[in-house]
């Protein structure tokens, strides 16, 4: 950035890395992850939702698993994996033990010692895992009875400088996609979500989250200038992304050192971040199945 970022470039640089991580420090932030993903987006948007949101995608996951066979079953609470011999051999859920010939599990990384006995795994990969820092962020989403069309369908990023943050610039986003043409609100009204990126710590702050609302609302105030706002609402969250995608936080493989035994979501070491890395997650899971089981 020093030898290259002058004027608009310089702003890119400092945008782009801090947006596409969800962290502000941009000396965690590796510089490879930062082209990779500028690569990926070649083309196309930074910020898409499917037609009717992305429970369709869930939808129509499910439907497929359905038709070839599969079973969902909701709200069985998972109690623990049972594991033998350092292989991962069935789920218990309240009395029943059910087995199943491999386990995938979708949890935060850091949360899987809640259903699997932690003296299955080697100490240096399970003091590692337990360590591993995701990412935080405010999120806002703000209703609307109108909004000006030249806003329509269109995201603005913004950065705010020498704030007392880590990194000691926030940056954020904000998104006009989710309105009733593409059934993401209701008839005629509009929904604006916004973010503003911070540590996971930060995200635990009620002092610190009260600063990043009137940050963003500061920004939304110029690009809706006397407009009146149905209603809002405020969320913190501090498991933005399962595990950062930073220099200082090297997300794990897939397979686990236990046997049939794989970590699904954007906690491992896949391809983009967020939903695009969760999703990445499957396609490292079947090669892996697939080699192991010596099918091409």
């Known amino acids: 950035m020093r030898k290259y970022g002058k004027g608009k470039l310089k702003l890119v640089l400092e945008l782009f890395p801090r947006l596409i991580t969800t962290v502000n420090d941009l000396s965690r932030i590796s510089a490879g992850e930062t082209f990779l993903a500028q690569r990926e987006l070649l083309g196309g ?20 698993l359905e038709k070839n066979g599969g079973k969902i079953f909701l709200g069985k609470k998972v109690d623990k994996i049972i594991i033998e011999n350092g292989v991962a ?23 899987i010692f809640t259903i699997a006995n932690k003296e299955e795994f080697p100490d240096d990969w399970a003091e590692y895992v337990k360590n591993l820092k995701p990412t935080g962020s405010l999120v806002a989403y703000h209703a609307l009875n109108d909004l000006d069309k030249k806003l329509l369908n269109k995201s603005f990023v913004f950065i705010e400088r020498n704030v007392d943050f880590e990194g000691n610039d926030v940056v954020g986003m904000i998104d006009f996609k989710m309105h009733w043409m593409t059934n993401l609100a209701p008839k005629g009204k509009y929904i604006i979500q916004s973010y503003v990126i911070c ?7 009620k002092r610190k989250m009260e600063e990043l609302a009137e940050i963003l609302d500061k920004n939304l105030e110029k690009l809706l200038p006397n407009k009146k706002i149905e209603w809002n ?22 397979a686990t050192p236990v046997q049939d035994l794989y970590i699904a979501g954007d ?7 967020g939903m695009n890395c969760a999703i990445d997650s499957s396609r490292l899971i079947m090669e892996e199945v697939k080699k192991q089981y010596g099918v091409e």
């Open 233 to 254: 609402v405020y969320a913190s969250i501090w498991h933005l992304d399962g595990v950062a995608k930073t220099i200082d936080c090297i997300k794990p493989n897939v």
């Open 267 to 273: 906690c491992v070491a896949s391809k983009g971040v």
């Open 199 to 205: 540590s996971p710590e930060e995200a635990k702050s």
């Open 45 to 64: 948007k930074p910020v898409v939702y499917p037609h009717n949101g992305i429970g369709k995608i869930a939808k129509e996951l499910a439907n497929y």
């Open 89 to 111: 051999k069935g789920i218990k859920v309240r009395n029943e033990e059910i087995p199943y010939d491999l386990i995938i599990s979708t949890l935060p990384i850091q949360h």
